[in-house]
T-cell receptor, first 113, second 113 residues
Framework: KQEVTQIPAALSVPEGENLVLNCSFTDSAIYNLQWFRQDPGKGLTSLLLIQSSQREQTSGRLNASLDKSSGRSTLYIAASQPGDSATYLCAVEDSSNTGKLIFGQGTTLQVKP | EPEVTQTPSHQVTQMGQEVILRCVPISNHLYFYWYRQILGQKVEFLVSFYNNEISEKSEIFDDQFSVERPDGSNFTLKIRSTKLEDSAMYFC???????????FGQGTRLTVV
């Protein structure tokens, strides 16, 4: 059974710092991996999708990498801003081809001005 | 920009009552999903729906739950007889195909009293 784990559970950094969020999954037979942002009490905003054949994706100050064989992904945030404060969720789509996503518990990021 | 919309944003219901949560997925998407998030816990998959039928469902999605696409735009989740433990945020999502980016709505917070 696929399990997704995110470390750390919480992170507090000063504004301007570069940071890395980690995601690991137990079964490497994934279709893709998606990173989301969730603000308190709100929905999930898609940040990046990495297909299983890709190694990384970039969007603005965000860069996500995928090492399928070792079951790991990282989300790199450059030059963090207070507006980046949110919970970041990692989710993998398994190989069943039904679109089902399995989520980690998230990393709650606080960027202090 | 196209988005997934959910109504209502918050619903309070008495235990044992039926509730219907409504969603309008992105118009050209083919896959539709429901997820839930109990406060402080992971986002959990409930069901995926494609071509007017359920393509996968989780153990949570028992006989008390049903989904329907009553017309060309709406996608609904019905809980027949709500329990206290059904209190959660329910998210609808859609994707163009399985394996492509999933877009989530803002959620319906269901409170069962």
């Amino acid at each position: 059974k696929q399990e997704v784990t995110q470390i750390p559970a919480a992170l507090s950094v000063p504004e301007g710092e570069n940071l890395v969020l980690n995601c690991s999954f137990t079964d490497s037979a994934i279709y893709n991996l998606q990173w989301f942002r969730q603000d308190p009490g709100k929905g999930l905003t898609s940040l990046l999708l990495i297909q299983s054949s890709q190694r990384e994706q970039t969007s603005g100050r965000l860069n996500a990498s995928l090492d399928k064989s070792s079951g790991r992904s990282t989300l790199y945030i450059a030059a963090s801003q207070p507006g980046d404060s949110a919970t970041y969720l990692c989710a993998v789509e398994d190989s069943s081809n039904t679109g089902k996503l399995i989520f980690g518990q998230g990393t709650t990021l606080q960027v202090k001005p | 920009e196209p988005e997934v919309t959910q109504t209502p944003s918050h619903q309070v219901t008495q235990m044992g009552q039926e509730v219907i949560l409504r969603c309008v997925p992105i118009s050209n998407h083919l896959y539709f999903y429901w997820y839930r998030q109990i406060l402080g816990q992971k986002v959990e998959f409930l069901v995926s729906f494609y071509n007017n039928e359920i393509s996968e469902k989780s153990e949570i999605f028992d006989d008390q739950f049903s989904v329907e696409r009553p017309d060309g735009s709406n996608f609904t989740l019905k809980i027949r007889s709500t329990k206290l433990e059904d209190s959660a945020m329910y998210f609808c999502a859609s994707s163009g195909l399985a394996g492509t980016e999933a877009f989530f709505g803002q959620g319906t917070r269901l409170t069962v009293v």
